[in-house]
T-cell receptor, first 109, second 112 residues
Framework: GIQVEQSPPDLILQEGANSTLRCNFS?????LQWFHQNPWGQLINLFYIPSGTKQNGRLSATTVATERYSLLYISSSQTTDSGVYFC???????????FGTGTQLKVEL | NAGVMQNPRHLVRRRGQEARLRCSPM?????VYWYRQLPEEGLKFMVY????????ESGMPKERFSAEFPKEGPSILRIQQVVRGDSAAYFC??????????FGSGTRLTVV
């Protein structure tokens, strides 16, 4: 099956810093989503982004499907950004998500 | 719109008991998915259902696990004769048309 790798696996930032999270996938995909799992375990949908670039406040995402990667940018990070960031790709008929390995982010004061 | 509602949030069961996890999709969403997250891991697909139909259950363990999405009421994930290895967070998601998921807050199952 498809492999979804994320980097870095762990990241510690000082509040206010910027960061880029990467998601590589091993095969063609129908679509891609980025999620934030907060420290309480809730999964928050950040972006549904098959290609191109989207922005939502301090977050933006870019997917280059032909090169099989997606990037999530976090600017001016805040402590509330802490948690695990997952990318997940839709495969096959487009109804099943395969999750990446996750990036554990900690933002410190 | 209340989002995807899962209950209970936390569930403790003794080994050998049954666990029933419920999921009410967002209004207007007819596609429901169940995922399991083991500690320190990502989410793994279990099953995809539409009203009264199981579309894809390729991620479901062959024994003890079943899922349904009846015409009326929530989707139910049922685990019979639970074992300690079933301890995990179980997430439900819904979508209107098969893409663009919204996840619920999950049910944390602990088997003691």
């Amino acid at each position: 099956g498809i492999q979804v790798e994320q980097s870095p696996p762990d990241l510690i930032l000082q509040e206010g810093a910027n960061s880029t999270l990467r998601c590589n996938f091993s095969d063609s995909v129908n679509n891609l989503q980025w999620f934030h799992q907060n420290p309480w375990g809730q999964l928050i949908n950040l972006f549904y982004i098959p290609s191109g670039t989207k922005q939502n406040g301090r977050l933006s995402a870019t997917t280059v499907a032909t090169e099989r990667y997606s990037l999530l940018y976090i600017s001016s990070s805040q402590t509330t950004d802490s948690g695990v960031y997952f990318c997940a790709v839709f495969t096959g008929g487009g109804n099943k998500l395969t999750f990446g390995t996750g990036t554990q982010l900690k933002v410190e004061l | 719109n209340a989002g995807v509602m899962q209950n209970p949030r936390h569930l403790v069961r003794r080994r050998g008991q049954e666990a029933r996890l419920r999921c009410s999709p967002m209004k207007g969403h007819s596609h429901v998915y169940w995922y399991r997250q083991l500690p320190e891991e990502g989410l793994k697909f279990m099953v995809y259902l539409q009203k009264e139909n199981i579309i894809d259950e390729s991620g479901m363990p062959k024994e003890r696990f079943s899922a349904e999405f009846p015409k009326e009421g929530p989707s139910i994930l049922r685990i019979q004769q639970v074992v300690r290895g079933d301890s995990a967070a179980y997430f439900c998601a819904s979508s209107p048309s098969g893409t663009g998921y919204t996840f619920g807050s999950g049910t944390r199952l602990t088997v003691v």
